[in-house]
């Protein structure tokens, strides 16, 4: 074998190995960015599933509440309040819905018991409460039933100390 051929032959595996090694670089990279992928898509659901749990609390604290002058906060800033926590509901909603993608354990059927215990709201927020009165305690305990939903789809997100 010439020289001239022995040393294309060199080159030629050696394009050889590098291609092999630049193809086993792209797999590991495709991977690690599929990998970030589903952490930014399973933390945008725990965002979105704490921030709809923040909505409904404050919504049902501010019906609670009293202003400086021992009013009760004014009906509209309630009820802006409940729209927000709908707002919040639907980003959870589409944000839960991407995150099934990765976990096929969460359960869709969740929102709508949440949309459900939204709908029982309603009724609550147009009374007004005293401290032991019925509509009050409905709505409390709508809002521990709601924190127990979210709580279990943020463990089966993988959450620590949920």
């Not at 729209?83 to 059927?109: C, G, H, M, P």
């Not at 789809?153 to 959450?159: A, E, K």
Request: proline share 2%; with cysteine; net charge positive.
């Amino acid at each position: 074998m010439s020289a001239a051929a022995s040393s294309a032959s060199f080159w030629v595996a050696f394009a050889a190995l590098a291609a092999a090694a630049s193809a086993l670089a792209n797999c590991y990279n495709t991977g690690a960015y599929l990998r970030a992928l589903r952490h930014n898509r399973i933390d945008e659901c725990l965002a979105a599933a704490l921030d709809f749990e923040g909505e409904l609390g404050r919504s049902i604290s501010l019906k609670e509440r009293k202003d400086i002058n021992g009013r009760p906060i004014p009906d509209q800033i309630i009820w802006d309040s409940y729209d927000d926590v709908w707002r919040s509901l639907r980003t959870f909603k589409k944000t839960l819905i991407v995150a099934r993608r990765y976990n096929k354990n969460l359960q869709e059927k969740i929102i709508d018991d949440l949309a459900n215990s939204l709908r029982s709201l309603i009724e609550p927020f147009q009374v007004k409460w005293s401290e032991n009165d019925a509509f009050h305690t409905k709505a409390i305990e709508i809002k521990k039933d709601a924190e127990r939903k979210v709580h279990a789809i943020t463990v089966n997100l993988g959450r620590k100390n949920a």
